[in-house]
Nanobody
Framework: QVQLVESGGGLVQAGGSLRLSCVAS????????MGWYRQAPGKQRELVAV???????NYEDSVKGRFTVSRGSAKNTVYLQMNSLKPEDTAVYYC????????????????WGQGTQVTVSS
């Protein structure tokens, strides 16, 4: 079993900052990428940011220059630093990880966290 546990959501005023954290644990051989999706009420889930284990990052256009995704030194953690938050950033934020399991042959999986609410007031 693999678990992803997020923390750091909350309520913040527009222009403020929040930092989300996510830790992956369990039967993981190696992680290829970790990142964040979000889902606002009535909208589809969208990719916000991803950080690969090779060191590359990618962002959704609306958060470029405001959000920063990073991986921890232990490589099983991912952070999302969110600055200059806007009301339209309000959503449930989900951490995810693409990883290879510990079984043989190796299979790649994607697991998700339970989500953390981010609310930005105007």
């Amino acid at each position: 079993q693999v678990q992803l546990v997020e923390s750091g959501g909350g309520l913040v005023q527009a222009g403020g900052s929040l930092r989300l954290s996510c830790v992956a644990s369990g039967s993981i051989n190696s992680i290829t990428a970790m990142g964040w999706y979000r889902q606002a009420p009535g909208k589809q889930r969208e990719l916000v940011a991803v950080a690969t284990s090779a060191g590359s990052t990618n962002y959704e256009d609306s958060v470029k220059g405001r959000f920063t995704v990073s991986r921890g030194s232990a490589k099983n953690t991912v952070y999302l630093q969110m600055n200059s938050l806007k009301p339209e950033d309000t959503a449930v934020y989900y951490c995810y990880a693409d990883f290879y399991g510990t079984g043989w042959p190796r299979h790649q999986y994607t697991n998700w966290g339970q989500g953390t609410q981010v609310t930005v007031s105007s």
